[in-house]
């Protein structure tokens, strides 16, 4: 009987292989925030590399955005977050547990018990997400400002300088990925809810009555992105928000949401944003914010509607941990393997040699000189090779480069395949190509079918 995958199994590998660290642990950890080490960084990288490659390079009319982080609080204000961007939460008065009052059974806040131990709970409070600092010497309401809770802002107050200095024309996309911030009460599930994220965003400038299209080619879009990176397709599904979920700005919003350890949670959104937010903008700041249609007759004026794609960072990289996280049995015993598309993965390929001596390491340096420029590479010579197999199959590497005695006589090594453990012998003179190759055509081919 396959054993569950557990959020427990997750956080602890993450741990053991240096993907993701407590913050601040030698002091008992700061609570909501996360380091990421050699390999979690790596493989966030990897993601945001290809989420924006996707994005910027592969369709036409999409353009990069990198925007401040502390914004003028006028832009807050505009946007809804100040009047708008709360939580509503209750206390349990016995066990002091804290809930998200929408994330509780209804019957629990009707007759206002604990989910967890029965006790009463406080009435419903609502608190700001935003987190508050001042600029300047003195700390009044003149020089608050707050860490932006959304990268999209940063994008609606460009729009316009984007728009003019770079020529684009509607339909266009302004794409950016960084970090955000949310004063979030309830944190948990491991980097699922965090008070410091990172956020892969873009809006998507569209004419007035072609945004219902445009909705249903990025639904498509989004969903296809997922499907290339072979997520297991029956752990994702479509979410319609309802007229109670709807944000204040949403015409239409759906989300991806993936069936993580702890069951269905969003993964992305994809929102009909109308054009609330630009319509805000002009409002606050008193500035024109409508496109000119210079090629239509008559020429034409309107505040475009944006649909937006909105996916965390670090989000995402849980669920690829988790999508990619298997349990198998080699030989006789237990094997923990990542099967990260090769794509995304830390390290490309590790080159192993067979034995430290007889020249064999000082080969497989040279091999690993070789091809390091154009792939990630890991280099292990301690223990026996299966060993070293199994911490690269727990790493997510996709591909192992073995330099044995046959090496030195004829140039040839042996590559050995993550998934299938399939090991064959090609030239040494051919193992980029070859990995491009496997690289492009890559399927999964022991997909893990365990229930979460």
């Keep these: 009987m396959a054993e569950e995958i557990t959020m427990e199994k997750i ?18 950890g700061q609570n909501g925030a996360w380091d990421y080490g050699p390999l979690g960084v790596a493989l966030k990288n990897n993601i945001a590399a290809n989420w924006w490659k996707t994005m910027t390079q592969q369709y036409d009319g999409i353009v990069g955005l ?21 939580d509503p939460l209750v206390d349990c008065k016995k066990c002091k547990a804290r809930f998200r009052a929408d ?19 406080t009435d419903i409070r609502n608190f700001n997400l935003m987190f508050k600092t001042h600029s300047g010497a003195v700390e009044d309401s003149s020089s608050t400002l707050y860490l932006r809770p959304e990268t999209a802002q940063g994008i609606y107050v460009n729009y316009k300088n984007i728009s003019q200095s770079y020529r684009m024309k509607i339909p266009f996309g302004i794409a950016q990925i960084g970090k955000a911030f949310r004063n979030e009460i309830v944190t948990k599930n491991f980097i699922f809810r965090t008070c410091e994220f990172e956020q892969m965003e873009m809006q998507f400038f569209v004419k007035p009555g072609t945004d219902n299209v445009w909705f249903d080619e990025w639904k498509k879009r989004r969903w296809q992105y997922y499907e290339k990176l072979g997520i297991k397709g029956d752990h994702l599904r479509w979410h319609q928000h309802g007229p109670d979920e709807l944000a204040h700005y949403a015409k239409d919003a759906y989300d991806i949401e993936y069936l993580f350890p702890m069951g269905w949670r969003e993964l992305e959104g994809v929102h009909n944003r109308s054009n609330y937010d630009l319509s805000r903008h002009a409002q606050y700041s008193g500035k024109d914010l409508q ?6 007759a008559p020429v034409e004026r309107y505040i475009p509607f944006i649909i937006e794609t909105s996916a965390g960072l670090t989000r995402t990289l849980l669920m690829v941990l988790c999508d990619a996280y298997d349990e198998d049995t080699v030989d006789g015993e237990a094997r923990t393997v990542l099967r990260f598309h090769p794509a995304l ?7 192993l040699p067979l034995m430290k001596k007889d020249g064999l390491a000082e080969l497989a340096h040279r091999i690993r000189d070789d091809i390091r420029n154009d792939f990630v590479t890991d280099y292990d010579q301690s223990g026996l090779i299966g060993r070293r197999y199994r911490r690269q199959d727990e790493a997510g590497t996709p591909f192992c480069i073995t330099v044995d005695y046959q090496s030195k006589e004829d140039g040839t090594v042996t590559l050995r395949f993550r998934d299938s453990m399939e090991q064959i012998r090609i030239p040494r003179t051919a193992i980029g190509d070859r990995l491009r ?14 229930p979460h």
């Design 11 to 28: 956080v602890s590998l993450a741990k053991r292989r240096g993907f993701v660290f407590q913050s601040s642990e030698i002091y008992g």
């Design 66 to 86: 990198d925007a401040a982080i502390l914004m003028h609080p006028r832009v807050w204000e505009a946007s809804g977050h100040v009047e708008n961007f709360t």
């Design 103 to 121: 994330q509780i059974p209804p019957l629990n806040l009707v007759s206002k018990t604990c989910p967890e131990c029965g006790g009463e709970l």
């Design 291 to 296: 496109y000119i249609d210079q090629e239509s």
């Design 345 to 351: 993965a830390p390290i490309t390929v590790a080159v």
């Design 437 to 450: 190759q496997d690289i492009k055509q890559y399927r999964r081919t022991a997909a893990d079918t365990r």
